[in-house]
């Protein structure tokens, strides 16, 4: 590991009332030390006890003062890198936090890369690599269910429960490679009954963990909803008032969109992708048609499918391409939105024969009418379960694939258990599934792993 004293403004970019420069390493405090002076001038940074607070200014080689700071001292192993660590807090100044960073670099100290903190706190055990990702996941939680299932996974509760799988396949797996050395007098230390239990108990919870990541996905990245409908029916005008921001170019020019317009926004505490499509019409302009093409593609991809029509208008040509859409939405949720109703507020309404659950709302984007209705009914359609502070969800692509290669190598287990397979390849697929669990609790890691994960960090975390 890299034995340098790193330091890094911690803070988000820009100006603020308060800013906070961290520096982590064995010469945290001694390097803090020569630009750190307390007020009370009998005190040292060195004689100071670990979790406390000292006043004083921060100064330059000619003694000019640079600001008046708090500077918190945290000793090794406890404080959140396992080292020394020092946090500056000064005034939110750029040309503050600059200056301070600056004579810490000729002091001594060297920029931290991205996520450095948080890899020495993994490196030094403080916490696992899925606590160490939780991080990341916790700073970017954009709503109250992606805060709390960083929150539950930082708790550690999954790393309990991947450990203890861990550790039972652990043992069995020295009790099988030990019947390997008295395979010729046939010994058996290994109950083959009690592993195909545990194996079957491994699988089911690997199972639900994967099951989970779709849940997971929605929470974290948010649930895209694809905003369709044929030209000028109101959807970038839509999308303006559900962003609360002039996001799409809104005009009576048919055909105005031709590529698809993404954003997020927060309703009732889940995260919402909207994606604002080209509208669909038969043209014979090419790059129209491009972006046709792009809007039966977004169909493809998204979970709720809200398509507008324009209540000012005849439906004739909504009930022609229902059948389509309703062929396009299946395993989807398709929400149909009558906009206008300003212009006619007894809009006419497509015609529904088939089966499928279809939600209908009438609204008007123009003045904001039944916009928080409509919103309801994407909550409703949303279907994201209430998450517990017990429950743990996948969150994390790179969680999933090793779950689901565990799973295959326990599946392997379960089939070699039933067709009694020679020990050594019993025990093989038993070690490819700690193999693959150990990649997520960072048992087993490799430095191209953990460059990839914490490259992903904020600097100063």
Known sequence: MNQSTICAISTAGGVGGVAVIRISGKNAIANASKIFFPADKN?????????????????????????????????????????????????????????????LIENGCVLALAGEFTQRAFLNGKMDLSQAEAVADLINSASQAAHRVAINQMRGKFLNELQSIRQKLIDFTSLVELELDFNEEDVEFADRKELGKLAQNIEEYISKLCKSFE???????????????????????????????????????????????????????????????????????????????????????????????????????????LNKMIERCKNKKLIIAYNKIDKNKSPETVSITSNADIKQVSISAKEKINIELLQNILLEASQIPEIGSNDVIITNMRHLEALQNAHSAIIRVQNGLKQNISHDFLAQDIRDCIFHIGTITGNITTDEILGNIFSKFCIGK
């Open 43 to 103: 005190k040292s940074l060195f004689a100071v006890k670990s979790n406390t607070v000292v006043f004083g200014k921060i100064q330059n080689n000619k003694n000019e003062i640079i600001d008046e700071a708090l500077v918190s001292v945290f000793r090794a192993p406890h404080s959140y890198t396992g080292e020394d660590v020092i946090e500056i807090s000064c005034h939110g100044s750029a040309y503050i936090e600059q200056q301070i960073l600056k004579l």
């Open 215 to 321: 849940v997971g996905n929605v929470i974290k990245n948010g649930i895209s909803v694809a905003i369709v409908g044929e030209t000028n029916v109101g959807k970038s005008t839509l999308l303006n008032i559900l962003l609360n921001e002039e996001r799409a170019i809104v005009s009576e020019i048919h055909g105005t969109t031709r590529d698809a317009i993404e954003d997020t926004t927060n309703i009732g505490g889940i995260i919402f992708r909207f994606i604002d499509t080209a509208g669909i019409r038969d043209t014979n302009n090419k790059i129209e048609n491009i972006g046709i093409e792009r809007t039966y593609k977004k169909i493809e991809q998204a979970a709720i499918v809200l398509w507008i029509v324009d209540a000012s208008q005849p439906v004739k040509n909504a009930e022609n391409m």
